[in-house]
């Protein structure tokens, strides 16, 4: 089942002699439950086109569509709603609220919609990230790791359409990479959660379903 629908999308910044054309014309699919990574050097468009599939930016020209719906026929607090409850995001830097724990920094988009989330389900996802014993801690008490695994639970607990990634590991030492991506995989396959990953990483993006190449703004090569 196609779940993300990506048609001819298009971002140029500036005009004339200072025109950047940051994404030319990219169109792909991706299916339900499928672990997709977008690998290019920096200024390939990666992040761009992460940032235009979230609706965090509207692009020149393009679709995209998300569980059938064209995004930017929301107006921007519709779209911000729709991005809060079926856009998980999870940013290199974490984004984390410091004066909020680690259970309020889960529950936060939770919280923004005034949802209420089961005790249950609140410690199966501490269970899975392995923040059990760290559910009271503000970030500046954790680790790199353990940070970027709070914002993963923040991204997984509205039960969202698709999961985007920017760079993930790109802020952590290689053990915490390792157990980052190994989070993502098992995000994957035992919750059956659809994943698209920007990474400059060939080793780290080798353990998607599928890798998209960009460069300069267009896709090279899908594998």
Request: glycine share 8%.
């Amino acid at each position: 089942m196609e779940i993300l629908k990506v048609e001819n999308l298009t971002k140029i910044y500036g005009k004339n002699l200072s025109k950047v054309v940051a994404l030319d014309n990219v169109s792909f699919s991706v299916e339900k439950g499928e672990f997709v990574a977008i690998v290019g050097a920096s200024g390939s468009g990666k992040s761009t086109l992460l940032h235009l599939i979230g609706g965090v930016d509207r692009p020149t020209s393009g679709k995209v569509y998300i569980d059938g719906k064209d995004i930017f026929d929301f107006d921007d607090d519709k779209l911000a709603i729709f991005r809060r409850r079926q856009v998980g995001l999870i940013y290199q830097f974490y984004n984390l609220i410091p004066i909020l724990n680690v259970e309020e920094n889960i529950t936060l988009p939770c919280a923004l919609d005034n949802r209420q989330i089961s005790q249950d389900k609140l410690n199966e996802m501490l269970k899975l990230l392995g923040l059990e014993k760290r559910r009271k801690h503000l970030p500046n008490e954790l680790s790199g790791g353990q940070q970027q695994r709070t914002s993963i639970g923040r991204a997984l607990i509205t039960n969202p359409t698709i999961i985007l990634a920017d760079e993930p590991t790109g802020n952590l030492d290689s053990k915490s990479s390792d157990e980052i991506v190994a989070l993502l995989k098992k995000s994957n396959k035992d919750l059956k959660q659809t994943i698209i990953m920007i990474t400059h990483n060939m080793e780290i993006a080798k353990c998607a379903d599928r890798i998209i190449k960009l460069e300069d703004g267009k896709i090279v090569k899908e594998v």
